[in-house]
Nanobody
Framework: QVQLVESGGGLVQAGGSLRLSCAAS????????MGWYRQAPGKQRELVAA???????NYRDFVKGRFTISRDNSKNTVYLQMNSLNPEDTAVYYC??????????????WGQGTQVTVSS
């Protein structure tokens, strides 16, 4: 069983910064992708950024230049540094890890989510 535990959410003023962390534990395939998603009230969950175990990162356009995703493979931890936050970034942020194992099976797990609220 895999568990993901997020931390670092909170309330911040527009223009401020937050750093989210997500620690994964359990049987995690060495080749995986860890990502951050968010879900605002009344909206669908959407990808924010993702990073492979090899360190290749991808971002959605709406966070490029403001957010940075990174990971520490030795700790199975992924981070999301969020700068220049605006009220539109308000959402519950979820950590995700997924992989395809050697047998071709797809696995994915979600954290419980952490609230990020940006006040104007």
């Amino acid at each position: 069983q895999v568990q993901l535990v997020e931390s670092g959410g909170g309330l911040v003023q527009a223009g401020g910064s937050l750093r989210l962390s997500c620690a994964a534990s359990g049987s995690i395939f060495s080749r995986n992708v860890m990502g951050w998603y968010r879900q605002a009230p009344g909206k669908q969950r959407e990808l924010v950024a993702a990073i492979t175990s090899g360190g290749s990162a991808n971002y959605r356009d709406f966070v490029k230049g403001r957010f940075t995703i990174s990971r520490d493979n030795s700790k199975n931890t992924v981070y999301l540094q969020m700068n220049s936050l605006n009220p539109e970034d308000t959402a519950v942020y979820y950590c995700n890890v997924d992989w395809v194992d050697d047998a071709g099976a797809y696995w994915y797990y979600w954290g419980q989510g952490t609230q990020v609220t940006v006040s104007s």
